[in-house]
């Protein structure tokens, strides 16, 4: 079992940064796939970034690509999502989401969630 708490959400004006973070419990979290998928008002749930959990390989939506950044510290049990030169379009739930040995970009390979933090981007 792996719970996720995410932390860091807020409001910020277009161009701004914010840093998400996502803390897991459990002792396994090296072994977990950890990525991050946002959901905006009356939009599905979508893929924003992913990193792998042995390689630490990365991989971004191209929404975003070139902006955000993740990356992760296994001591700390926790992953994190950069954002910089952010945009009203990135306004949404953030959520994080936890595979084992996994390294995907559907929604539905996840087994475990965080319950979500909001991001706001005004313009």
């Known amino acids: 079992q792996v719970q996720l708490a995410e932390s860091g959400g807020g409001l910020v004006q277009a161009g701004g940064s914010l840093r998400l973070s996502c803390a897991a419990s459990?002792?396994?979290?090296?072994?977990?796939?950890m990525s991050w998928f946002r959901q905006a008002p009356g939009k599905e749930r979508e893929f924003v970034s992913t990193?792998?959990?042995?390689?630490?390989?990365?991989y971004y939506a191209d929404s975003v690509k070139g902006r955000f950044t993740i990356s992760r510290d296994n001591a700390r049990n926790t992953v994190y999502l950069q954002m910089n030169s952010l945009k009203p379009e990135d306004t949404a739930v953030y959520y994080c989401?936890?595979?084992?040995?996994?390294?995907?970009?559907?929604?539905?390979?996840?087994?475990?969630w965080g319950q979500g933090t909001q991001v706001t981007v005004s313009s």
């Open positions: 459990g002792r396994t979290f090296s072994s977990y796939g």
């Open positions: 990193i792998a959990w042995r390689s630490g390989s990365t």
């Open positions: 989401a936890a595979d084992f040995h996994g390294y995907s970009i559907l929604a539905s390979d996840y087994d475990y």
